[in-house]
């Protein structure tokens, strides 16, 4: 009996860059992925290579989401030699678990190395939040809890915004289309990962992040969150393979209750 692996679980292999992806979008911003042992975080090269400067102390782990960057709460990378172009649209997605700071706000990256600038995602007491910094914050509705790994995305434009989380576990997903959006400060060139340099920082682990200049809508995430580690750790030949038969021997992707092969349920 052929046994296919969890596409929500951590998917090994190398990183790089999924040219084809649907989030890449005609404006690709940031990708980037923890590194083993390392307190840094690998630029993937999407939007410029540029240069990385850790500050604090962060700290890196192995857990569910295989390799991690932990902030240690003081701890940020700011990458610099991003697009300084103020984005109208904009979506950010991370694979990430918050394990403290549940009643404050707890940014995992922002667009801009200067605060009330660009625009960031971050959680507020555990809910979902698309923010232009000291103009307006969308809460999405959505709420984490502590200790459990997500696939989260936001996507927003000057009218609305779209929200995702996936529960990496059980694979229940939320979603959120909200009819308000935002225009953020011109942002300086520079991508914070962890913090909104006002001293917002994330209090969890980060296993990957991106950001793209484009606006997807709930429907388009929802066909991300199929296969969500993909933009980050493109499929070789044989995983590719491995996605086809699984189409033919899978149940439907989306479930009411259970998910013993790594279903994914929308709620």
Do not use: C, E
């Amino acid at each position: 009996m052929l046994r296919l692996k969890n596409p929500l679980g951590f998917p090994g292999g190398n990183p790089g860059v999924n040219w084809g992806h649907i989030a890449l979008g005609s404006q690709p911003r940031f990708s980037g992925v923890a590194i083993p042992g390392s307190t840094s975080f690998a630029n993937l090269g999407i939007g410029g290579r540029g240069t990385s400067t850790i500050a604090g102390a962060p700290t890196s782990a192995m857990g569910v989401l295989g390799p991690v960057w932990l902030s240690g709460t003081s701890g940020y990378v700011n990458f610099s030699g991003r697009a300084a172009t103020n984005d109208a649209l904009m979506t950010i997605a991370a694979m990430v678990m918050q394990t403290g700071g549940s009643a404050s706000a707890n940014v995992i990256l922002q667009t801009s190395g200067s605060s009330n600038t660009g625009w960031d995602l971050r959680t507020s007491s555990l809910q979902v939040q698309m923010v232009a910094p000291a103009v307006a914050a969308i809460s999405s509705g959505i709420n984490l809890t502590l200790n459990v790994p997500y696939f989260i995305a936001a996507s927003i434009n000057a009218s609305k915004s779209s929200f995702l989380v996936l529960n990496l576990l059980t694979g229940q997903i939320n979603t959120a289309a909200v009819s308000t959006g935002s225009t953020p400060l011109a942002p300086n060139g520079v991508y914070t990962l962890g913090s909104d340099n006002s001293g917002r920082f994330w209090v969890g682990q980060i296993a990957a992040v991106m950001a793209s200049a484009q606006f997807m809508s709930v429907p388009q995430l929802l066909q991300w969150a199929q296969a969500p580690w993909d933009f980050w750790y493109p499929r070789t030949f044989d995983g590719i393979f491995l996605s086809g038969l699984k189409k033919v021997v899978a149940a439907p992707t989306h479930f009411s209750r259970g998910f013993p092969d790594g279903g994914v349920q929308v709620t």
